[in-house]
């Protein structure tokens, strides 16, 4: 077994709201004001190896996004710890020098992340002259190098980003990072803002790239069909915990947590000979507050088999078998696992 590449261990991320008015109110006549932090992720642990694509779902809101942010070093965790190779990715609250270029993020809108004033060439070399990866004179044709990579002519680099289409600037974005010479790339939703034409080159952009520079990934998204495509491994995230992880295949086929469950049939599916959806049923409820998580099982209010123990008990991550495991009551009990990490 190889060793670990990026190891999370016991990471949380808690925010604290503002207080609301009423809670000023509250305050100011002499009540006792309650803040109560945002659990966005609760004591996540996770070991990726070298070149793994590990995908990451979930419904809106389950902290999918802010895990991202804590393996990218981009955002601080309350508790535990990111660190690749075993070294940290933060310095305190800071991001560590090294982590500056060892990981790199890719968000669902490049256009937020692009200069509009800046042209791509200058955009892509600032980087890695800053960092010293390239010289002031070598950049011109760094830049095009790597524009080539993404399947952009060199000649973009002296263009802006608002003369591209949607999918050019994405392209532009994974050319940026990877000009930063990552060995990790964490991708938020990248391909959620582009036409649904366009999504599959972009991803099979991530596969030839991922292995090509032997990059180690994780791969962020609500939809479950554009995780299957890149993912070696997918854990699912339920109100700030992993409930389930295990290789792509074993998810999709046999998911063992009745929330991994209830997500894949809440996928309309279309047949390929007519246009018509066979068979999807909706999550009932809603997802309930990280403000207020239930105590418990958190999917307790919305699953159907939910026993009397669930609303009192959180459960174990189980191991199932050939590195695959879930965080279910109903699954046998001697095969526990330390963590959400099940490799
Ligand atoms: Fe449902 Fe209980 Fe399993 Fe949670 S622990 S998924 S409530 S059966």
Redesign the pocket.
């Known amino acids: 077994m190889n060793a670990p590449f990026i190891t999370v261990t016991s990471v949380s991320k808690h925010f604290d709201p503002q207080l609301s008015l009423g809670d000023h109110i509250a305050g100011v006549l002499g009540g006792a004001v309650e803040t109560r932090a945002v659990r966005a992720v609760q004591d996540v642990s996770l070991e990726l190896v070298r070149g793994e694509v590990l995908g990451l779902v979930g419904e809106s809101g389950c902290g999918k996004s802010t895990l991202g942010r804590m393996i990218a070093g981009i955002l601080p965790p309350t508790a535990g710890a990111v660190a690749i190779e075993g070294a940290p990715v933060m310095a305190g609250r800071r991001p560590a020098r090294k982590r500056t270029t060892r990981v790199q993020m890719i968000f669902q809108d490049p256009y937020a992340s692009l200069d509009p004033r800046m042209r791509v060439g200058d955009a892509l070399a600032e980087g890695p002259i800053v960092h010293r990866l390239v010289s002031r004179a070598a950049a011109p044709a760094y830049v095009a190098g790597w524009l080539r990579k993404v399947g952009l002519a060199a000649d973009a680099a002296q263009r802006y980003p608002h003369q591209f289409s949607g999918g050019q600037r994405q392209r532009i974005a994974i050319a940026r990072a990877l000009a930063m010479q990552p060995d990790v790339l964490v991708c938020d939703e990248p391909v959620a803002s582009l036409d649904v034409s366009i999504q599959a080159q972009v991803l099979n952009l991530f596969l030839a790239l991922r292995h090509e520079l032997a990059l180690t990934m994780v791969f962020i998204s609500h939809h479950l069909g554009v995780v299957r495509h890149v993912s070696d491994r997918v854990a699912i995230m339920y109100l700030g915990r992993i409930v389930e992880i295990g290789p792509a295949d074993a998810i999709y086929t046999h998911p063992q947590?009745?929330?991994t469950q209830a997500l894949l049939q809440s996928v309309p599916q279309l047949t390929l000979t007519e246009d018509v959806v066979t068979s999807f049923k909706p999550i009932d409820g809603e997802l309930p507050s990280p403000l207020a998580p239930p105590p418990g099982?958190a999917?307790?209010q919305r699953?159907a088999?939910?026993?009397p123990r669930?609303r009192q008990q959180v459960?174990l991550m189980r191991d199932v078998g050939r590195q695959h495991a879930a965080a279910?009551?109903?699954l046998p009990a001697s095969t526990d696992v330390p963590s959400a990490s099940a490799r």
Do not use: S, T
Request: aromatic content about 14%; some cysteine.
């Open positions: 947590h009745p929330y099982c999917f307790h699953c088999l939910a026993e669930c459960p279910c009551h109903l």
